[in-house]
């Protein structure tokens, strides 16, 4: 079975500053990884996906998340924060690409983002 | 642009009454879910269909049923609602793997 963990419920940090949310998973095959994110009263929309190659990946918005197996991670990070990008942001596993089968994404808990001007 | 329309952002229903959440997707995709929001759970996923007519569970099943008679159109339906079941429901269908959600209907049960 797949799962993901969200290191913190809630993140606030100053306009400008670096953003960093946290993504832990476990997976018993090679795993997909996601970030979506929620702006408030909107459904989810998708920040960035890692599936294979490069470990490094640049989504929406300036973010990027880094696939690390060996810490069995998928942080989300940009470089400077904007009033913008205050919304909820999920992290999300899967243990399939989609062109083999029916794709299921397991979340994790959310992670609130706030900034402060 | 795709678009996945759900029916009612905000419903109130009764204990026991017989509920119907409608989605809607434009873009002829294969694969519709639909997912539970709770705060501090994330998503959670009850059903998922991967053509018409074709259903299967997900992770939390129980006190639900769906139905999928077009390729357009996934409902979700509450035989028996019962305040638990209060929370906010998502509906997306897929694309190459991107999951294109709707807005979400927000139930409460009283």
């Known amino acids: 079975a797949q799962s993901v963990t969200q290191l913190g419920s809630h993140v606030s940090v100053s306009e400008g500053a670096l953003v960093l949310l946290r993504c832990n998973y476990s997976s018993s095959v090679p795993p997909y990884l996601f970030w979506y994110v929620q702006y408030p009263n909107q459904g989810l929309q998708l920040l960035l996906k890692?599936?294979?190659?490069?470990?490094l990946v640049k989504g929406i918005n300036g973010f990027e998340a880094e696939f690390k197996k060996s810490e069995t991670s998928f942080h989300l990070t940009k470089p400077s924060a904007h009033m913008s990008d205050a919304a909820e942001y999920f992290c999300a596993v899967s243990d399939r690409e989609w062109y083999q089968g029916a794709q299921k994404l397991v979340f994790g808990q959310g992670t609130r983002l706030t900034i402060n001007p | 642009d795709v678009k996945v329309t759900q029916s009612s952002r905000y419903l109130v229903k009764r204990t026991g009454e017989k509920v119907f959440l409608e989605c809607v997707q434009d873009m002829d995709h294969e694969n519709m879910f639909w997912y539970r929001q709770d705060p501090g759970l994330g998503l959670r996923l009850i059903y998922f269909?991967?053509?018409?007519?074709?259903?299967e569970k997900g992770d939390i099943p129980e006190g639900y049923s769906v139905s999928r008679e077009k390729k357009e159109r996934f409902s979700l339906i509450l035989e028996s609602a019962s305040t638990n079941q209060t929370s906010m429901y998502l509906c997306?269908?897929?694309?190459?793997?991107?999951?294109?959600f709707g807005e979400g209907s927000r139930l409460t049960v009283l």
């Open positions: 269909s991967y053509d018409v007519k074709m259903k």
């Open positions: 890692y599936t294979t190659g490069a470990t």
């Open positions: 997306a269908s897929t694309l190459r793997g991107e999951l294109f």
